[in-house]
């Protein structure tokens, strides 16, 4: 025990700190892509493997709009209402004929969707990164760091999307509709609640999640056509740690994970800490099956 | 015009409905029709197909031949939550409402449609809140925490926010206590005073005789027998063939 309390010790609390932060802001990005993740797959039951894609383009259009207009924050509503609306149009032709067909169907059109949405943007945009410049150059002091305001706003903003789409869910009509047909899809069409559009708009609503995400992220790194890959990869783990199709579950999972990714980049290299993730990954598959944060299993 | 004494057109008409699940062949040409406002008992053992031919009607399953008729205009493929719009109700056997939804939400889902305006949503809730108050002292409970009976009281409160012109109701009383039966009993007559038309299934045989104007009784996927409700009573040889009491 003394030689682990040591250890601990032996952690400087600066660099603790830093790495909650940094693993609270990048887990609320996760969370804002993993929301829409879980919500596709709760309500459809699809697994959407373009959801990478859908934060990629998002990106990709805030690059656009923010080079045409200079706003960063036109950038950030506009792009996710264009991706929205696209993806809406993207479930109408290629999600919504598969319903009810078996679910295989329904994992490769969303991989060819992400196949061609990748190569639409390499021979669109071409392989150097682009970047959507920082909208808040300012930063504070943080021990030795100088810590960018902007990532703070991250964090907050996407905190407030998702609260948003808490209240949503919680009050409005649709968000009605959407939990009753998550529940009983069946009774949901027998009270007159057209479900078909409520698949549309769920996958519009999740598009846009992704693509405000995209935009958020992007003046951190840049952009490019393979974004999406490593977050749609985490953003997996999330949903499946989280329990699938459960929205709370998943937000929680994100900041679980990216913590975890977090303190462990504290001794790994960043690019091995994600080793963690597939642990937590396996551990959870092995013994909570039905999600780390769900009471019971039903 | 058939078998009904009737001149006016049916509010629900199934015309020679065969029905397959899969491979099996559930209804083999079944026909009835229920007039505006009239109470309906829909009689037979378990597994002859009631439950299924109220999910012909509902659009739950589609026929493989024959049409259901609503206010003499075809229904057939249209999908369910049109039919819900057009004025059917359904209350399935197992109730189904939405257990992690609120007494209040899943009475919403009948509620928010176009065409209510805010008297209309507060004279509804308040007409199925005078029928069953625990459903308004319980508002904002789930679902899911109700008893067997409060459950089937949410089921048939849901489905009157839609105002339908028929119901479908499916053994509403099973796994009642005798109160709850009673009660159930009561609200059947309030929606027939109503002028709700009401297609009834159900088990409990001399509540279905009291309630109803006219009973068909089913056997293997089609109707056998056809006549009023006060003809007969538990002891006829009808009964007896068909339904073995």
Redesign the interface.
């Known amino acids: 025990m003394g030689a682990i309390a040591n250890f601990l010790h032996a952690i400087p609390l600066e660099l603790i700190i830093i790495q909650t932060i940094n693993g609270v802001v990048t887990g609320m990005i996760l969370a804002l892509i993993a929301s829409g993740l879980t919500l596709i797959f709760g309500i459809m039951d699809v697994v959407n493997f373009a959801h990478g894609e859908l934060f990629m383009l998002g990106a990709y259009v805030g690059v656009v709009i923010v080079a045409v207009t200079g706003s960063f924050w036109l950038g950030l509503i506009a792009s996710a209402l264009i991706v929205g609306i696209f993806g809406a149009a993207l479930q109408i032709v290629t999600l919504r004929p598969l319903i009810g067909r078996d679910p295989l169907n329904t994992i490769l059109a969303t991989f060819g969707i992400s196949l061609v949405l990748q190569n639409y943007a390499l021979w669109q945009f071409g392989p150097v990164s682009r970047k959507i410049p920082d909208p808040m150059s300012s930063s504070f002091t943080l021990f030795y760091l100088q810590y960018p305001w902007y990532r703070i706003v991250i964090a907050l903003l996407s905190a407030a999307i998702i609260g948003g789409f808490y209240l949503f869910l919680k009050y409005s009509k649709f968000g009605v509709w959407i939990r009753a047909t998550a529940q009983d899809r069946v009774m949901a069409q027998a009270m007159g609640i057209p479900v078909p559009l409520v698949y549309t708009g769920v996958f519009a609503i999740g598009s846009a999640m992704a693509a405000a995400s995209g935009v958020l992220f992007a003046p951190t790194t840049g952009v490019d056509h393979s974004m999406g890959l490593d977050w749609v990869l985490k953003a997996f783990i999330v949903v499946v740690v989280g329990g699938m199709g459960n929205l709370g579950g998943s937000i929680l999972a994100a900041i679980f994970i990216s913590l975890l990714e977090s303190y462990a980049a504290i001794w790994l290299d960043p690019s091995q800490a994600v080793i963690v993730s597939f642990v937590a990954l396996i551990l959870t598959l092995l013994f909570r099956p039905t999600g780390l944060f769900v009471a019971t299993p039903k | 015009m058939s078998v009904s004494a009737d001149s006016t057109e049916p509010l629900v008409r199934v015309d020679d409905v065969h029905t397959y699940y899969g491979k099996s062949h559930i209804l083999h040409g079944v026909s009835l029709t229920v007039q505006p406002g009239e109470v309906v008992g829909l009689l037979g053992r378990n597994g002859v197909g009631k439950s299924t031919t109220l999910k012909t009607i ?1 659009g ?1 399953v589609n026929p493989s031949h024959g049409t259901v008729l609503l206010d003499g205009n075809a229904i057939t493929g249209l ?3 049109r039919l ?2 057009l004025g059917i109700g ?1 209350v ?1 056997e197992d109730r ?1 409402i ?4 609120t007494v209040m ?1 899943n009475l ?3 509620l ?2 176009g065409g209510v305006n805010e008297d209309r949503r507060r004279a509804l809730l308040e007409k199925v809140f005078t029928y069953f108050p625990v459903l308004a002292e319980r508002r904002s409970q789930a679902g899911g925490t109700l008893s067997g009976g409060e459950q089937q009281m949410l089921a048939i409160a ?2 009157m926010m ?1 105002e339908p012109k028929i119901i479908l109701l499916d053994e509403p009383t099973e796994g009642l206590m005798p109160r709850m039966v009673s009660q159930i009993r009561r609200i059947i007559e309030v929606l027939h005073n109503d002028g709700v038309a009401i297609l009834l299934v159900e088990q409990n045989v001399p509540l279905t005789l009291e309630a109803s104007q006219r009973v068909y009784v089913m056997e293997k996927g089609s109707v056998r027998h056809h006549c009023a409700a006060s003809e007969i009573d538990v002891h006829h040889p009808v009964i007896k063939q068909y339904l073995g009491l």
């Open positions: 509902m739950l999908p369910p939550h819900a719009r359904y399935p189904r939405f257990r992690l939804l939400e919403r889902t009948g928010d449609r849901r489905a839609l």
